[in-house]
């Protein structure tokens, strides 16, 4: 028993006519209540029952479509109002601002705890230990619960604490939600663009490198370096040999294929090699100088993307032409600094592997 028909499907006709000749086909009535039908398997042998049967349906998909159609405007025009007057797209801010007389507003104490994860983060802290720290600092959570990895990870890999906000929306074909058009100063910054580039710089120099400490907490020189002559990572891996008494084994694994090799192996050939390896004078480089220019080459990308975004939008198309032709030649002189420090610099390189071992 249902409501209406269109409570079993608004689906295209031919669909939720399927859908409903299979259920009754399967020996199950079907009752609704407004209007007062019983849809039985002989209702598929009954011209007006087909007709009434259609009829609803086809009422019931175009009227979901027109719902669909004001849903999505109404949606855009909040967006639309939103880009130029800043109006809040719903009463559901990010979780350190609160709606205030038609505005957002920033909350002090929560701002603050935004920024220090931000700075933690540029300082070297990874998701893991932020939230070990705030959660040791005895720092209440936005969510009054306890600080959790992902919560952090959100934070900081949005852009909403420098106030800007990328909408969602549903995609019909796929059903996963892809961002819409970038609206800007939307929020209260609460943070600086440039301590935002040095996080962002900070978590994508992390990436992808860990698994350099052993099961016994010690750090192994090889684990996280290495590369086979694809270009595929090399991992120090370890799993338990024999039955009686199970030693803990390390080894190699290929994260492209699974291969894996003896890493006994691999060190004896390379501490071998590393005996007699006399190296070249090189002109040592500071750390902190590749550091500045990485964070110079995050703050020129994400000015670019800015320009671009407002250059598609029509605004100040010339003007904006000249600044971003500037910004990709500053960009291209501060990378090909980079990679002449990178190229001159000990040990700047990962290993690379040609052959599997044997």
Request: glycine share 6%.
């Amino acid at each position: 028993m249902i409501e209406s028909i269109d409570r079993l499907s608004r689906d295209q006709i031919i669909l939720a006519r399927n859908l409903l000749e299979s259920i009754l086909l399967a020996g199950i009535d079907v009752h609704t209540l407004q209007p007062e039908r019983i849809y039985t398997s002989k209702s598929l042998e009954d011209v007006q029952s087909l007709i009434l049967m259609i009829l609803e349906f086809s009422r019931a998909h175009d009227y979901s479509q027109q719902l669909g159609n004001r849903i999505s405007a109404a949606w855009s025009s909040k967006r639309e109002k939103a880009k130029t007057n800043q109006t809040p797209l719903s009463k559901c801010p990010p979780a350190w601002l609160r709606v205030v007389d038609g505005k957002y507003e920033v909350i002090p104490e929560r701002g603050k705890v935004v920024e220090l994860i931000y700075q933690l983060c540029a300082d070297g802290m990874g998701v893991n230990l932020i939230t070990k720290e705030l959660t040791q600092r005895q720092i209440p959570s936005f969510t009054g619960k306890k600080w959790t990895e992902p919560y952090v990870a959100k934070i900081l890999l949005g852009e909403a604490a420098i106030g800007h906000h990328t909408p969602l929306r549903r995609d019909p074909a796929t059903k996963k939600k892809i961002p819409t058009e970038k609206i800007e100063n939307l929020y209260p910054a609460v943070i600086s663009e440039t301590l935002n580039a040095q996080a962002k710089v900070a978590m994508r120099q992390r990436k992808n490198k860990g698994g350099r400490v052993n099961l016994d907490g010690k750090i192994h020189p090889f684990s996280g370096l290495l590369r086979t002559h694809t270009g595929a990572a090399l991992r120090v891996k370890y799993r338990a040999v024999g039955r009686k008494d199970p030693k803990i084994v390390p080894f190699l694994q290929d994260q492209s294929n699974g291969n894996s090799y003896p890493l006994s192996h691999f060190e004896f050939y390379m501490l071998g090699w590393l005996v007699r390896f006399e190296p070249e004078p090189t002109k040592k480089q500071s750390n902190s100088e590749i550091t500045a220019l990485e964070e110079k080459i995050a703050q020129l990308d994400y000015k670019i993307q800015t320009l671009k975004d407002k250059i598609n939008s029509g605004e100040e198309f010339e003007s904006f032409l000249e600044l971003l032709a500037t910004a990709e030649k500053e960009r291209k002189d501060q990378s090909q600094k980079l990679e002449q420090l990178r190229a001159i610099t000990p040990f700047g390189q990962s290993q690379s592997l040609r052959e599997p071992f044997v």
